[in-house]
Each structure stands twice: as structure tokens, then as C-alpha cells.
């Protein structure tokens, strides 16, 4: 019995921190499901070696070989480091004899939380695949690539989803709490790319399979994407990312016979187990990439729990997505670019809560006890439709005061452009008043989160020598929007950054006309 009870415990809990090598997954499913691509070439370090995974040691020498066998197409830099002070390496890629400012910039993250080794792996072997594949040269003439593939050293080295001061890093994006995703951030936003990509691995069996079926579940699915469902991204970068590069990913994982669809994970509901897809949350990459007007997406590889079991099928579903959105974009070079200087004249009004629509639908799953493939109709809640429950005007800027260094300073490493007023001026500005104010929430990620509900009045107002305006008309407009507006779920005011309370009128202001 006691067998037994740790058996379940060890499945859907995982005890990844303290034996990073154990296996959740039976040999029984893997062969039947998840049978390994023997053929993959053992390229990158964790696939030269039977045990482990890529450590800070190999993931330098396999940059530096790079490095010294193709000077003139990669290049390296350090965008900071870990909280223990590991250098973070960034990879780029490019032709550097084509000399063209028009190139297509494509960021692509891996490593965010240490016990992913699929998304770290997946980068290694695809920088590998597009230096020494003649068949994919010719995509390095009209595309820019930065590869942060480690970005969570400390957790990695640990197998640790968290970072060293137990943050999230994908959790952190509008925070900015960590050092890890601070520099990150900063290098994104110098970058600035018009597809940003980033790779996780998932756990297959979760506690609340172990109540589904008869003995319990697994997820059947090689892959999941999750692109934005935030309302506040611009539509046309939505609808296509969603119907074009998704769909042609989707297209090239059925050559290979990989299950996929759109990331779904379980979550209880009123008691009852329900599912749950998309997400429209701005703290996380593939929303926070989407607000700065890129084509986003952050993929779920499924691994996590797993250890290295069916490792080369994992890296092959990635790589196999990564090239599908490389040579979309190539293809439709002109077009993307167009498409991404029209969603920069986004104008919209701004969305502040977002309502997920529920509906019922079909998922497949591993019925664990028979070893079969069965199906499931679901509620479903979906971010990916989510509704607009509550609008506000958009401003044409933002003012805050100058008191608010803390603020000042995301806003510089979002590469938000600010204008310093020189000189004290009066100007027509609409104050926030707190209306109603909670705080009664558990920490969440080391925050103490504030709810507030806020009246904004209209008035001559008295601004300082000092105080920044936060102009609308840039790229990073629906960015702005999700900071600084204060009912909005992931804002400053939200976080707790801007401390407040009930009656207190916000050092945020907005400006209807300049």
C-alpha cells in the first residue's frame, strides 16, 4: 500500500528537484506513443552523452566552436547574469556579407525554467541545423536571428523550474523582479524583433490526471502552442500568427506524425476538474512578446517529469516547429513586415478585463490503465476567445511623476519612449481616484497584489520639472496600456509597484490630447 501511495505521489507531483534523473513516464506508453527519432544526429552536448543534459561548461564550448568554425555568421554577446552571477550568452545569427536593414528579426528564448531541457536543446540543435545544413542557408540572407538559449542557468544546472530567489521567470515579464528576465527584457527590447519564440517543455501527467478515467491520464499531445489571446494585441498580428504561422507548424508536425494543438492545462473549477487554453496574461513571453507588436508564441514541448525519455523526438517537434516559422517568414517576407507596421497604428480602445469564454470540447488523452488513446469531452475555458468585459478610451499619453524612479526604470528597459517635461506646466490631464481597494490575496510571486477600482476626473493639473510623459503614438503603445492602467490585471497598480489605498489619487495621469 505504502508502494502504492508514493507511486501516485511521484507520478503526479514529481520529484524533479530531487531525482532529476527519475522517470514518470512507463516504457509501456513511451513505446507505444512516444517511440524516439534514432536518426537524429548527435549534434548538441546533452546528445552526446547517455546521461544528463547540457551543462554551463558544454553550452560555452559548443558556442565557441561555432564561433571559430563560422566567423562570419555568428556572433556573441552577454545580455547580464544569473543571480549567481553566471554570464548569460546570447547567439546571433546572420550573413553578415548581406548588408540589408530590412531583415526579418527573429528572437528565440529557451531555458526559462531549469527543468525543461527540451527547449534549451531544441535552440542548440537548430543553431547547429541552419550553420551546417546547406539547405537552410539561404534563410540566414533575409533573417536575423538572437538565441537566448539558457536563460535560467542557475535552475537548469539544478533541473529547478524557478530561479535562485524562487521567482518564475515567466511570471516576470511586467514585474521585472529577477535579474534573469531584466536583461532579458533589455535585450528584447534593443533587439526588437518581429517574431519572438520561446520554448518550454510541459509535464504530462498532473495531479489532476490521477482523478480522470479509471486509473488516471497522460496527455497524448508532442506539442501545444500558446499564442496570444490578449485583446489589447493588435488584431491582425493575432489572426496571423494564428492562421498562418501556427497552421503551417501544425502542417509540418503531421509530416512527422506529432500530436499537437492549442496548449490546454487542467484546473479546478467550483470543485469539478475542467480544462483551460490560451492566455491573455501580460506577464508571461508569448503575450508580453505580442504587446511590443511581434509575432509571438511560446511552445510546450511535453517532457517535463519524463527525464530523458524519447529526448530526440522532443528536440525533433521543436526544431520541426522552428523551421516552419523560419521559412514562413521568409516566404512571406514583405508581408510580415507590412503587417507589423500596421499594427503599430493600432488605436483601439483599451481593454482592462477580459472575460475567458466556456464551452464544451473534445481532447484526446493516454487512458494510463489500458494504454490506450481515448477521448474526452471537456469544459473548456478559453483565453484564446476571451471577451472584452470592461473598455476605457485610449489616451494619446500617459504622465508619471518623477517620484516614481522605481517605475521610471521598467519603463527604460521595456524601451519605452519617454519625453521629460523641462520646465513646472499646467495641463489638461484626467487623475485617478481609488474608488475601491483590496490587498486580501495570497502572495503571488513574492507580490502583494492590490485590486482597485478607480474614477478618472478631468482637470487643469500642475506637472514638475522632471515628469515624464509616456507618448501613445509608438510601438509599444499596448504595452504601455497594460502598465500603466490601474484596474488592468497585470499592471503597476496591480502589483504592487505603485502602493496605494482607498481615496488616494495615483501618481499615474492620463493626456486625451497633446
Wanted: proline fraction near 3%.
Amino acid at each position: 500500500m505504502f508502494r502504492f501511495i508514493f507511486l501516485v505521489i511521484f507520478i503526479f507531483f514529481g520529484y524533479d528537484k530531487a531525482y532529476p534523473q527519475l522517470n514518470q513516464q512507463s516504457k509501456k506508453i513511451t513505446k507505444t506513443f512516444f517511440e524516439d527519432f534514432s536518426d537524429l544526429e548527435n549534434t548538441t552536448p546533452a546528445l552526446k552523452k547517455k546521461k544528463g543534459f547540457t551543462n554551463q561548461k558544454e553550452l560555452n564550448l559548443f558556442i565557441e566552436e561555432l564561433i571559430k568554425n563560422f566567423p562570419s555568421l555568428v556572433g556573441l554577446d552577454y545580455i547580464g547574469q544569473t543571480q549567481k552571477g553566471k554570464k548569460i550568452p546570447i547567439v546571433y545569427l546572420s550573413d553578415k556579407n548581406i548588408k540589408d536593414s530590412k531583415k526579418i528579426r527573429i528572437w528565440m528564448q529557451g531555458g526559462s525554467h531549469g527543468n525543461e531541457p527540451a527547449s534549451t536543446e531544441t535552440l542548440l540543435f537548430l543553431i547547429h541545423e541552419l550553420l551546417h545544413n546547406p539547405q537552410n542557408r539561404y534563410l540566414l540572407e533575409k533573417i536575423h536571428f538572437a538565441f537566448v538559449p539558457m536563460l535560467n542557468i542557475d535552475g537548469y544546472l539544478k533541473n529547478d523550474r524557478y530561479s535562485n530567489n524562487g521567482l518564475d521567470l515567466n511570471r516576470d515579464h511586467t514585474k521585472l523582479m529577477s535579474p534573469e528576465i531584466i536583461a532579458s527584457v533589455k535585450a528584447f527590447s534593443t533587439y526588437d524583433p518581429h517574431i519572438a519564440l520561446d520554448f518550454h517543455e510541459y509535464r504530462p501527467f498532473r495531479k489532476d490526471f490521477a482523478q480522470l478515467s479509471t486509473f488516471g491520464i497522460s496527455s497524448i499531445y508532442d506539442f501545444m502552442f500558446l499564442h496570444s489571446g490578449n485583446l489589447n494585441v493588435s488584431e491582425n498580428i493575432r489572426l496571423i500568427n494564428d492562421t498562418l504561422f501556427v497552421s503551417n507548424a501544425k502542417k509540418s508536425l503531421d509530416e512527422f506524425g506529432f500530436r499537437h494543438r492549442h496548449y490546454i492545462k487542467s484546473e479546478k473549477y467550483k470543485g469539478e476538474i475542467n480544462f483551460s487554453t490560451g492566455s491573455n496574461t501580460a506577464r508571461s513571453s508569448s503575450n508580453y512578446y505580442a504587446l511590443n507588436n511581434a509575432f509571438a508564441t511560446l511552445f510546450e514541448i511535453r517532457g517535463v517529469g519524463i527525464g530523458k525519455t524519447s529526448f530526440k523526438r522532443r528536440i525533433k517537434s521543436g526544431v520541426t516547429v522552428a523551421l516552419s516559422y523560419i521559412k514562413t517568414a521568409h516566404k512571406n517576407y514583405d508581408f510580415i513586415l507590412d503587417q507589423i507596421e500596421l499594427a503599430n497604428d493600432f488605436s483601439s480602445e483599451i481593454v482592462v478585463e477580459h472575460v475567458r469564454t466556456t464551452s464544451k470540447e473534445f481532447i484526446h488523452a493516454i487512458d494510463i490503465e489500458t494504454n490506450r488513446k481515448i477521448g474526452m469531452e471537456v469544459v473548456m475555458h478559453s483565453s484564446k476567445k476571451s471577451k472584452p468585459l470592461k473598455k476605457i478610451d485610449r489616451p494619446k499619453a500617459y504622465i508619471i511623476k518623477k517620484s516614481q524612479s522605481e517605475i521610471i526604470e521598467k519603463l527604460d528597459i521595456n524601451g519605452i519612449k519617454t519625453i521629460i517635461i523641462e520646465n513646472d506646466t499646467t495641463l489638461s490631464a484626467g487623475s485617478y481616484t481609488v474608488t475601491a481597494y483590496k490587498d486580501d490575496f495570497k502572495i503571488y510571486e513574492k507580490m502583494k497584489m492590490q485590486d482597485v477600482d478607480v474614477r478618472i476626473d478631468y482637470s487643469d493639473i500642475q506637472f514638475s520639472k522632471g515628469d515624464l510623459i509616456l507618448p501613445m503614438k509608438q510601438k509599444k503603445s499596448n504595452l504601455i496600456a497594460e502598465l500603466m492602467e490601474p484596474e488592468a490585471p497585470n499592471s503597476y497598480v496591480s502589483f504592487g509597484l505603485i502602493k496605494t489605498g482607498i481615496n488616494k489619487i495615483l501618481p499615474i495621469y492620463r493626456i486625451r490630447e497633446l
